[in-house]
């Protein structure tokens, strides 16, 4: 198994432009999430999924959206890209909502 | 669900056991505690959970307290490769679980 997977790597936006985030995972978690890591902030929690077709907000939504229309897949898109939005972003999947956490590798972004 | 503090940092000498200690003092009945590891810029590692009871896996020992207001992580031999952050994280039912902290920087000292 893969595990969890994200592209790409690092991206570096203009303000205004438009991204989607990847992340896949091979493990047939119902659960993902996406998170932002910040300098001194810890990771604070974006958009979540209990399963295909459902998703909800997290601690800091506001510019991200997400859809969930397979169990592998859970795209993050970030809509009009400003500097505050530059961090690194981690997806995570799991069973269930108690269970362990499996994160990717992480992609960081820098908005300019 | 529960918050958690963590110290910012600690040091260990190589070989000797790690403990971290983790406040959740308002942890309510069905939440478990996790403990993750952030080496480098990686993706958050999971380590090892528990809700009650005292759990030990081949990577550390969680010990909770008879309260559960508290947990510590234990590192039996700390290693230079166990320099990392460490979250400690509770977690309940409902999907909006993890809160992830600032968490403790492990220094591991040769």
């Known amino acids: 198994n893969a595990g969890v997977t994200q592209t790409p790597k690092f991206q570096v936006l203009k303000t205004g432009q438009s991204m989607t985030l990847q992340c896949a995972q091979d493990?047939?978690?119902?659960?993902m999430s996406w998170y932002r890591q910040d300098p001194g902030m810890g990771l604070r929690l974006i958009h979540y999924?209990?399963?295909?077709?459902?998703?909800d907000q997290g601690e800091v939504p506001n510019g991200y959206n997400v859809s969930r229309s397979t169990t592998e897949d859970f795209p993050l898109r970030l809509l009009s890209a400003a500097p505050s939005q530059t961090s690194v972003y981690f997806c995570?999947?799991?069973?269930?909502?108690?269970?362990?956490?499996?994160f990717g590798p992480g992609t960081r972004l820098l908005v300019l | 669900d529960a918050k958690t503090t963590q110290p910012t940092s600690m040091d260990c000498a190589e070989g000797r056991a790690a403990n971290l200690p983790c406040n959740h003092s308002t942890i309510s009945g069905n939440e478990y505690v996790y403990w993750y590891r952030q080496i480098h810029s990686q993706g958050p590692q999971y380590i090892i959970h528990g809700l009650k009871n005292n759990e030990t896996n081949e990577m550390a020992s969680l010990i909770i307290t008879e309260d559960r207001k508290s947990s510590t992580l234990i590192l039996p031999h700390a290693t230079l490769r166990d320099t990392a952050v460490y979250y400690c994280?509770?977690?309940?039912?409902?999907?909006?679980?993890?809160?992830f902290g600032t968490g403790t920087r492990l220094t591991v000292i040769p």
């Open positions: 994280t509770t977690s309940a039912t409902g999907a909006n679980n993890l809160f």
């Open positions: 999924s209990v399963g295909a077709g459902i998703t």
């Open positions: 493990m047939n978690h119902e659960y």
């Open positions: 995570a999947s799991s069973v269930g909502t108690q269970e362990t956490q499996y």
